[in-house]
C-alpha cells in the first residue's frame, strides 16, 4: 500500500505528469474485456440513472468521481458528502431531445455529531429525481374507417436517494523521505426507484445501493475516488426483470493554484457499465476565477455519446449558478442549469452525549464510612468582609 501511494503522489506532481496518468488510465479501461457484461447497450432499465444531475460535472465530462466536494456528491461519489461543512440546497433543470425534461432537486448538511470513526462531523444528504420522457401518441384504425387517437405518458421515472459519508481516516504517511498527508473518506446511499411507462396504475418499483470511497492528500492536491452505483435487483415489468444500470466509476483529480485567487482542475474517469456491454472515458478541466467566475471544458471518449463538453458558472456570496452543454451531436446536445445556494449563517453545533464515569465495583467495595463525606452537603465558603466605605469621603466632598 506504501509504494501504491508514493507511485500516485510522484506521478502526479505537475500537469504534464497528471496527464500522462490520464493517458494511462484511458489505455487501461479502453482496452478492458467486454466479455464481463451480460447484457447489450440499452438493457439496462431507468437510463435517467445514467445522466448526469450536475451541470458543472457534465461540463468537465462527467469525470466528477474524485471531485465530490459540493451536494451533487450524493450522485457521483457518496463519500464526498463528508467534505460538507455547511448547509447546501441545488435545484436543476434539463432540458433533453424533443420534449423531455428532468428535474432535480437535492438538500445535504454536516449532522451535529462526530461520525462512527470519531474524526469529524459527517454528512447528509437527499434529493429527488423527476424525469418526464414526453408524451407517447396512439392512433389506431377502427373496422368503419374511423381513427382512435389517444396520447399517453411515455415514461416517467422516480428517485428518492439518502445518503451519508465522513472522513474515516487522518494522519501522515512516509514516503520516501515525504511526510504525505493522507485523508479518506467512505460514504453509503440508499435510493428508491419507481418507473411507470404509458401510464401503468400499478408501476413497478425497488431499492438500490450506491457505494464512494475517496483518498485525498491536501498538500498536493491530489483526490482518487471510486463509485458504486445503482447496485440492486431490478425493476420487474410483468413476469421479466430489467437490470438497473449499474455504474463503476474509477478516477483521480489535482487542483492546484495558480495566480492570486485563481486555481485550476484537472479529473480523469474511467466509467464501466455493468448491465451493459459499455464503458466511458471521460476527462475535465475547470478554471476559477477571483471566486466569481468558472469556465469549464471535457472530453466524452469510447462511448456512443463522444465529443466535447462545455459551461460556466457564476458565484456571488452564497449563491452559483451553473450551465453547461453538450458539442456532440442533437440527440445528446442537451443543456442543463442548476441553481445553488449555501446557508453559510447556519452553524452546525457538534453535538456531544455527557458522559458519566462511574465504577459501579469500587463503589461497592468501598466501605460506608468511605463514601459517606460524599454524601454531606459541603459547607459555603466564608466570605470575606465587606470593607467599610471611608465616611471621611464623603465629608470632604
Not at 408524451?135 to 368503419?144: A, K, L, S
Not at 498536493?220 to 440492486?232: D, F, Q, R
Not at 435487483?233 to 493554484?257: C, D, M, N
Request: glycine share 10%; hydrophobic share 40%; proline share 5%.
Amino acid at each position: 500500500m506504501k509504494r501504491f501511494f508514493n507511485t500516485i503522489i510522484s506521478a502526479m506532481r505537475s500537469p504534464r505528469e497528471f496527464a500522462g496518468c490520464a493517458v494511462f488510465l484511458a489505455g487501461l479501461l479502453a482496452f478492458a474485456p467486454a466479455a464481463v457484461y451480460p447484457g447489450g447497450p440499452g438493457s439496462a432499465g431507468m437510463q435517467v440513472l445514467k445522466s448526469d444531475m450536475s451541470p458543472r460535472a457534465a461540463a468537465m465530462g462527467g469525470a466528477f468521481v474524485a471531485v465530490a466536494d459540493d451536494i451533487y456528491a450524493l450522485d457521483y461519489n457518496p463519500a464526498g458528502l463528508g467534505q460538507l461543512y455547511i448547509p447546501e440546497a441545488s435545484a436543476m433543470y434539463l432540458a433533453g431531445f424533443d420534449d423531455s425534461t428532468l428535474n432535480h432537486i437535492s438538500v445535504g448538511l454536516p449532522l451535529p455529531f462526530i461520525g462512527l470513526s470519531g474524526l469529524a462531523k459527517p454528512g447528509f444528504g437527499i434529493s429527488l429525481l423527476l424525469a418526464d420522457a414526453g408524451n407517447f401518441d396512439y392512433r389506431r384504425i377502427n373496422g368503419d374507417g374511423s381513427v382512435f387517437s389517444k396520447s399517453y405518458d411515455a415514461q416517467k421515472d422516480l428517485a428518492l436517494t439518502f445518503g451519508y459519508g465522513e472522513k474515516v481516516y487522518s494522519g501522515e504517511v512516509n514516503l520516501e523521505g515525504y511526510n504525505a498527508k493522507i485523508e479518506q473518506y467512505l460514504g453509503l446511499n440508499i435510493k428508491y426507484i419507481r418507473s411507470t411507462m404509458l401510464e401503468d396504475k400499478d408501476p413497478p418499483s425497488a431499492v438500490a445501493f450506491d457505494g464512494g470511497w475517496l483518498m485525498m492528500e491536501p498538500k498536493l492536491g491530489i483526490t482518487l475516488g471510486a463509485s458504486l452505483a445503482n447496485y440492486g435487483a431490478g425493476l420487474k415489468y410483468g413476469t421479466e426483470v430489467t437490470k438497473l444500470p449499474s455504474i463503476l466509476r474509477l478516477g483521480a483529480s489535482w487542483q492546484r493554484p495558480t495566480i492570486m485567487d485563481q486555481s485550476v482542475l484537472l479529473a480523469a474517469e474511467g466509467d464501466f457499465y455493468m448491465a451493459e456491454a459499455m464503458k466511458s472515458l471521460r476527462f475535465g478541466i475547470e478554471y476559477h476565477f477571483e471566486k466569481i467566475f468558472n469556465l469549464r471544458m471535457g472530453y466524452k471518449a469510447a462511448e456512443d455519446n463522444n465529443g466535447f463538453t462545455m459551461g460556466l458558472g457564476l458565484h456571488y456570496g452564497d449563491m452559483s449558478l451553473d450551465y453547461s452543454s453538450g458539442m456532440s451531436n442533437e440527440v445528446y446536445n442537451a443543456s442543463q442549469l442548476a441553481f445553488s445556494y449555501r446557508f453559510s449563517g447556519i452553524t452546525i453545533k457538534e453535538y456531544r452525549k455527557k458522559v458519566n464515569y462511574r465504577d459501579a465495583e469500587t463503589q461497592k467495595a468501598a466501605p460506608a464510612k468511605a463514601r459517606q463525606p460524599a454524601r454531606e452537603e459541603r459547607k459555603p465558603a466564608k466570605t470575606a468582609p465587606e470593607k467599610k466605605k471611608d465616611s471621611d469621603f464623603f465629608w470632604i466632598y
